[in-house]
Nanobody, 120 residues
Framework: QVQLVESGGGLVQAGGSLRLSCAASGSIFRINGMGWYRQAQGKQRELVAVSSGGTSNYAESVKGRFIISRDNAKNTVSLQMNSLKPEDTGVYYC???????????????WGQGTQVTVSS
């Protein structure tokens, strides 16, 4: 069993910054991709940023404002969010593709979500 625990959400004014953190623990052999998704009310969950194989990818809407960082030794991932906009409001979910043993099979795990609210 693998658990992802997020922290760092909250309420911030437009133009402000927040930092989200996520720590994975449990039966982890190796983690491939690790990243962040978000879901605004009434909308589908969307990718925000992901770190995999030493490279990072971002949604177009957050490029230049958000920075994802990862500590492979600690199985953690963070998301520094700058110049926040009201449209960044939503529940942010940490995601990890986890190998629980040697071999090609991996499982996708999700955190419980943390609310980010940006007021105008």
């Amino acid at each position: 069993q693998v658990q992802l625990v997020e922290s760092g959400g909250g309420l911030v004014q437009a133009g402000g910054s927040l930092r989200l953190s996520c720590a994975a623990s449990g039966s982890i052999f190796r983690i491939n991709g690790m990243g962040w998704y978000r879901q605004a009310q009434g909308k589908q969950r969307e990718l925000v940023a992901v770190s995999s194989g030493g490279t990072s990818n971002y949604a177009e809407s957050v490029k230049g404002r958000f920075i994802i960082s990862r500590d492979n030794a600690k199985n953690t991932v963070s998301l520094q969010m700058n110049s926040l906009k009201p449209e960044d409001t939503g529940v942010y979910y940490c995601n990890a593709d986890v190998h629980t043993s040697r071999g090609p099979v991996f499982y996708k795990y999700w955190g419980q979500g943390t609310q980010v609210t940006v007021s105008s």
